[in-house]
């Protein structure tokens, strides 16, 4: 057996661990934040530190990178920094939508409080409030550091995408290598959904934005070897060894050597480990490829913006009403069956040029998201949950964006 084979069956086999076994669908959430000064002044590395370190409980554990503190973890979440010292928080996953964002909103306010004794303040917006992506300096993490360089040669956005964007991610369950096929494809194809209702970019580049879906657009010219759809999604044979074969032989950027990372440019991970990859070094490479919907141990559902509480419920309950029912997931594939890649990636940039007015798979966009909520309305079994969906509603019946409907996202 080569060494790419022997590879590619430890991975399937981190996926197989990853199956659950069958019943309520359980969900993740990560979403990220930007923090400025209250006068709109960026946040240092030095200044997010002690925030952190002050929320910090005795009974959490620290997080350190590189030998430098990045933040916590609690029982309930963790706490750590992306690239341009924005904040996430990434929630323990957990079946019920009131218990999840119950968690975020207490998280919220604990950050707000604390930010507020040091002049600072948290947004909900999806790109940087007040400046411009080249003047927000990184981290030092070699990591970023090294994605940084790399990302100058392989589109025109990366650096935007990593100092000027925030996004809302979802992870869900799956149950079988076929469930999870499904899923993928169900949660690429909507997508452009997701993208159109999250839009939250009220500033671009420092200046007031009135463009559509900011941060979709800016991911499409990032780096083709690791985002936008995943390759080979469409075809009859597509699986867990397949998303293996992706992730191993495209250039990995960073390795993991240790609990250190070092750059390796464009190297894969088939040419830089050996035959037994540690589960370490499995979930490392899983973690630098950033498709529209990735794998891991969990399906990571990454397309919408960062939003303000009511929004990120309404999609919490969205998610976990379309992917927990297999009747409306069926009923997504066969709404598309046919769809391409291709198709996919149309759709999105439809949504990017033309909002509300966009055609999507040969459709007006508006009536496709209609279909879509009621899809999640009819079987949402209580009045609670189907209350969380009406902020998107609304969204759809007006025909605005987040960004154009709160005028205050703090």
């Known amino acids: 057996m080569s060494k790419l084979d022997e590879q590619k069956k430890l991975l399937v086999e981190y996926f197989q661990q990853g199956c659950k076994p069958e019943g309520k669908l359980t969900l993740g959430l990560e979403v990220e934040h930007f923090v400025t000064h209250a006068g709109g002044e960026p946040v240092t590395f030095a200044e997010i530190q002690n925030v952190m370190r002050q929320m910090q409980q005795p009974q959490d ?45 207490r998280f919220y306010l ?27 300096p990184l981290i030092p993490k070699q990591r970023y550091e090294a994605m940084d360089r790399y990302f100058k040669n392989t589109g025109a956005c990366g650096m935007q995408m990593m100092r000027g964007t925030t996004s809302t991610q979802l992870s869900i369950d799956y149950f079988s290598e076929r469930d999870f096929v499904q899923k993928m494809r169900a949660a ?4 452009p959904f997701f993208a159109l209702l999250s839009d939250n970019a009220p500033v671009y580049q420092g200046n007031r934005n009135n463009a559509y879906s900011v941060r979709t657009r800016i991911w499409q010219d990032v780096d083709t070897d690791r985002c936008g759809v995943p390759p080979h999604l469409m075809d009859p044979d597509f699986g867990f060894d397949s998303y293996a074969q992706t992730v191993l032989t495209r250039p990995l950027i960073v390795a993991l050597r240790g609990n250190r990372t070092k750059a390796v440019g464009r190297k894969s991970a088939q040419e830089l480990y050996g035959h037994h990859m540690h589960q370490k070094e499995i979930e490392h490479v899983l973690s630098m490829f950033f498709f529209d919907v990735r794998l891991k141990s969990y399906i990571e559902i990454r397309g919408a913006d960062c939003m303000p509480p009511r929004y990120i419920a309404a999609y919490a309950q969205l998610i976990k009403t379309i992917f927990g029912s297999q009747a409306a997931l069926q009923n997504v594939l066969r709404h598309y069956a046919g769809a391409t890649t291709g198709d996919i990636a149309n759709a999105k940039m439809a949504v990017c040029k033309d909002g509300y007015n966009a055609w ?17 309305r009819s079987r949402t079994p209580s009045q609670e949950e189907r209350a969380l969906l009406e902020p998107f509603a609304r969204l759809t019946v007006t025909k605005k964006t987040i960004r154009e409907e709160d005028t205050d996202n703090e």
């Open 188 to 191: 690429c194809l909507l997508t």
């Open 61 to 105: 554990i620290p997080i350190h990178i590189d030998g430098l503190y990045m933040g916590y973890q609690t029982a309930a979440y963790g706490v750590s920094l992306e690239p341009a010292c924005q904040v996430e928080v990434s929630i323990v996953p957990r079946s019920s939508v009131a218990e999840i964002l119950d968690i975020y909103n």
């Open 110 to 136: 604990e950050l707000s409080m604390t930010l507020a004794t040091h002049g600072l303040r948290a947004w909900t917006v999806s790109y940087h409030p007040t400046r411009r992506a080249g003047e927000l």
């Open 360 to 376: 999507v798979y040969g459709r007006p966009i508006g009536k496709e998201l209609a279909w879509l909520l009621l899809q999640a």
